[in-house]
């Protein structure tokens, strides 16, 4: 257990979250949204709101709690054993309610942040669109000046929690002639100024979630929707990523957790060659790798979290616990399921449902491999920026470490060319 490294104030959001799991959360809500029968689960956002369960982070003017990083990560490990369509609806006000936090002005607090957190109104982002999911940037939806405010045109797609919400944070380029990375702005968009929401997506997981496409055509929006300052979108963005990335993380090692205490009671039950599961060694060592890897991810979590709370650049620890943590909680669901054998497969068990949905979770916000890409790049420019003074020189504990001649790096392709096609290379 975590015990060790949790205060007492986390173990104790820990100990409400799970009775609110249990207490709160109907079993007929998961099964009407997986069955598609239900196109958003307006009521458990609600009772998350009157439980003061949503943006537990935020200020306790607005309707948070002002509390850590680390106990809105323990907050979601716990709603995560739901799946990852709650997951995502508990989320979504920590994700949005960021950007408003960090760059709205009172008055959007007032009119957007509170109510949200309270549970009275629900939010979505619009950030992938039909041609553009890794590559944010090449965003080609519109928001043109003009003498009352900004005429929004363009498409979002993968809208989650689209169906039912009541507004939206939609990027949108407004600077023509900027780099990428200057030429978008954020902005507030009410559901009923004009924006159409177009479908909601045939999921593999993640169902009743209400996953839409919207498109704007001439939507448009008073200059006060405007988040933060005008071209600077990419601000937003990247604040508002450490919550989009961390919350990702923290759901499915909770849905790997919920999968591996079923495969092991499972295991200890379930008899085969007249001797329980668990006792064969390819199985004790499928639920020993999994606790192990959940433990890890759970620490890279946790250490992201408290990166995050000082403020500090930490676009390397939130891309490791997003990748790894995604990664370690589908492991830990499949491997389960391979525990259980073809029982496992079927809807007797909710391990099939939970592996649907921890697929996803490796997918979007940032593609594990765009995460890795992020920290290969973080990891250079530390390492080739270091001041290395205070380290030992590995580099020359070694008998050869003086032969220079050998550390060769590159060379001019033409040295061994005759001396009047030679050059210098």
């Excluded at 986390?10 to 998961?30: G, M, P, T």
């Excluded at 929004?152 to 939609?170: P, S, T, W």
């Excluded at 071209?231 to 990247?238: E, T």
């Excluded at 500090?312 to 492991?331: D, H, I, N």
């Amino acid at each position: 257990m975590f015990d060790v490294v949790l205060t007492e104030e986390e173990k104790a959001i820990r100990n409400e979250v799970r009775e609110f799991v249990r207490d709160q959360v109907d079993r007929s809500l998961i099964l009407a949204m997986d069955s598609k029968e239900k196109e958003y689960p307006y009521e458990f956002i609600e009772a998350a709101g009157k439980a003061n369960l949503l943006g537990l982070r935020f200020p306790e003017e607005y309707g948070g709690r002002g509390l850590d990083w680390t106990s809105e990560l323990v907050a979601l490990e716990e709603i995560g054993v739901l799946g990852i369509a709650l997951g995502c609806a508990y989320s979504l006000p920590s994700i949005v309610g960021e950007s408003l936090d960090k760059f709205g002005t009172k008055a959007q607090k007032e009119e957007y942040l509170a109510p949200t957190l309270a549970g009275e109104k629900i939010c979505a982002e619009g950030l992938t669109e039909p041609r553009s999911g890794s590559d944010f940037f090449g965003t080609i939806t519109t928001a043109v000046r003009n003498e009352d405010g900004f005429l929004l045109n363009g498409e979002k797609r993968f809208v989650a929690g689209g169906v039912g919400a009541d507004y939206f944070l939609i990027y949108a380029k407004t600077d023509f002639e900027a780099p990428p990375h200057k030429s978008l702005s954020a902005f507030i968009v009410e559901r009923d100024s004009g924006i159409e929401v177009n479908e909601e997506y045939e999921l593999m997981g993640c169902r009743g979630m209400g996953a839409a496409r919207i498109s704007m055509q001439d939507v448009q929006i008073p200059a006060e929707n405007l988040i933060g300052e005008l071209n600077n979108g990419a601000a937003v963005f990247n604040a508002m990523m450490v919550p989009e990335r961390l919350t990702s993380a923290a759901g499915p090692i909770g849905m790997g957790r919920a999968a591996l205490e079923i495969a092991v009671r499972y295991a200890d039950k379930r008899e085969a060659f007249g001797r329980a599961l668990r006792k064969f060694e390819g199985i004790s060592f499928k639920i020993a790798d999994c606790a192990t890897k959940l433990d890890a991810a759970r620490g890279l979590v946790y250490r992201a979290g408290k990166v995050a709370d000082t403020g500090q650049w930490c676009r390397k620890e939130v891309s490791m616990a997003k990748a790894f943590g995604t990664e370690a909680g589908l492991e830990a669901v499949d491997e389960s399921m391979q525990i259980l054998g073809g029982i496992g497969y079927t809807d007797v068990y909710p391990i099939e449902r939970l592996f649907r949905d921890a697929r996803l979770a490796t997918i979007w916000t940032g593609s594990n491999e765009v995460q890795r890409l992020i920290i290969q790049n973080e990891v250079v420019k530390e390492v080739l920026s270091e001041d290395t003074s205070m380290k030992r020189n590995i580099e020359m504990d070694t008998p050869g470490a003086h032969k220079e001649e050998e550390k060769v790096f590159k060379e001019n392709p033409k040295k061994y060319y005759p001396s009047d096609m030679r050059e210098e290379g």
